[in-house]
């Protein structure tokens, strides 16, 4: 994917801090190294295990969250379908997983405040990717492995390696959008 | 009398399901081609090439188009004079579902209590089956997976009948404005005119998944009706995925049913582009 002003970035994930404050609002970043899924029920046990005091399954210092819960992986290859769900789901958790390290997440649409204040609080950004572009988005993915919540089956956290993993800045470390709407208001 | 044997409904949903998974039906992918054409703003032509591609590359690795293989919606139009022997209607169906989830390697999303995230049923059963009786000796089903996060925006609401048809066109727009990119725009909407409270959600949902792209109604209020939806729609500038553009939605579809003095009941069925669908007749 191209942005309006030419190729696309390339990002090495986990990225650095300095590379996430370059990033702005409608650029079109390719992403290449390793990012975590996540989506609802292992938010719920990651919050659950931080509130508690215990230690968590994954290091979130640096990490990237893809929202994604992908289909079950076919002889030969890493990994099944494998889109964006939608973020709004996870505003809820996202800025607590952003004070703890987390760098960058990348699902489908609009945000609330408190996810875009979280970011700019701590230079982090929100990116998106094309939503029900799942197979295509499978043939970025290198490697598929389970790393915690095994028994939550499409929804355990698994670590991906990416290569040139296309993705569009939603929402920058400075305030910036790049949707229509910029960010929801019931939310 | 005919008689439709248990078997041959689970072998048909299975491979609908496999098959709807993986093959984004003809009347989407000129409707996506369609207004390719005329979108101007850049992030949503890039957008919309993507999604023209991800339906290549489904049919030709087989992998799922979207990995929320949906809920299994179910329409079955059963003629009056068939016999199903060997077992009831709904457990053919789950069967199939069973199957083709399995054997299609497609995502199990079906929690069997809703509020507890472990309860995942493992094979996407059950189903939500709507059956209809109808004249005739044969079983026509559409199964229609629905993913979650489209369904999520769709609504419905009771009217007055003062709010009219203004009031249709205003609850319709705002919601989709307020959806923004979450439903995986562009969108299909359907929409349920009248009934009742929960017959506007069916209609709603059966205009959604039924019935062509492209094709306006053919009763001329509601295809103006219709047109009228979808350019005020496709003026809010949300446009593919929120990122701004001209092609918020591919397609507004009604269907009405007679309502009470009272009331004016209407459903929004919020369909994303990965409008899978397959009808089989047995």
């Not at chain 1, 499409?154 to 800045?169: G, K, N, S």
């Not at chain 2, 026509?140 to 419905?156: D, F, H, I, W």
Request: hydrophobic share 45%.
């Amino acid at each position: 994917m191209t942005s309006d002003d030419g190729p696309a970035i390339r990002l090495a994930t986990p990225p650095t801090r300095d590379a996430v404050l370059e990033l702005r609002a409608g650029d079109a970043v390719c992403l290449t190294g390793i990012i975590c899924t996540a989506r609802d029920a292992a938010h719920q046990r990651l919050i659950a295990l931080l509130e508690a005091g215990k230690p968590l399954p994954i290091d979130l210092e640096g990490q990237v969250i893809y929202y994604c819960g992908p289909t079950p992986a076919p002889p030969g290859r890493p990994i099944g379908s494998a889109g964006p769900t939608t973020s709004s789901r996870m505003d809820a958790y996202a800025p607590v997983l952003h004070a703890h390290g987390v760098m960058a997440t990348i699902g489908k649409g609009p945000r609330s405040e408190a996810v875009r204040a979280a970011l700019v609080e701590h230079g982090a950004a929100y990116l998106v990717a094309v939503g029900g572009a799942g197979a295509l988005l499978a043939q970025h993915v290198e490697a598929c492995e389970i790393i915690a919540f095994p028994e939550l089956g499409p929804e355990a956290i698994r670590q991906l390696t990416v290569r040139d993993f296309p993705t569009i800045v939603a929402y920058d470390a400075h305030g910036g959008s790049a949707f229509a709407t910029p960010s929801l208001s019931f939310a | 009398m005919r008689e439709i044997p248990f078997e041959t409904i689970a072998d048909a949903v299975a491979s609908a399901c496999i098959e709807a998974n993986r093959r984004l039906p003809d009347d989407v992918v000129r409707g996506l081609e369609t207004i390719l054409a005329f979108e101007k703003h850049p992030t949503a032509r890039e957008v919309l090439r993507a999604l023209l591609e991800n339906a290549r590359i489904a049919v030709k690795t087989g992998l799922p188009l979207c990995q929320d293989t949906g809920l299994v919606v179910v329409f079955a139009d059963l003629g009056q004079d068939v016999h199903l022997t060997g077992g009831l209607l709904e457990d053919a169906v789950n069967e199939g579902v069973r199957r083709g989830y399995r054997e299609g390697l497609l995502r199990s999303s079906m929690l069997a209590r809703p509020l507890d995230r472990a309860s995942n049923t493992g094979d996407n059963t059950p189903a939500v089956l709507h059956v209809r009786l109808v004249p005739g000796d044969t079983l026509r089903l559409t199964v229609a997976p629905k993913g979650g996060g489209c369904e999520n925006m769709s609504a419905t609401w009771m009217l007055t009948p003062a709010q009219g048809r203004r009031g249709v066109v205003h609850a319709i727009v705002a919601r989709v404005k307020e959806a923004g990119g979450q439903p995986c725009p562009p969108l299909i909407l359907g929409v349920g005119l009248g009934g009742s409270f929960e017959l506007a959600a069916l209609l709603a949902k059966r205009a959604a998944v039924m019935g062509p792209i492209g094709e306006p109604n053919s009763d001329p209020e509601l295809a103006d009706l219709e047109a009228e939806i979808l350019e005020a729609v496709n003026a809010t500038g949300i446009g593919p995925m929120g990122l701004g553009g001209a092609t918020t939605a591919l397609w507004v579809r009604v269907e009405f049913y007679p309502c009470h003095i009272a009331s004016l009941p209407v459903a929004l069925n919020v369909q994303c582009h990965s409008a899978r669908h397959q009808t089989v007749e047995l």
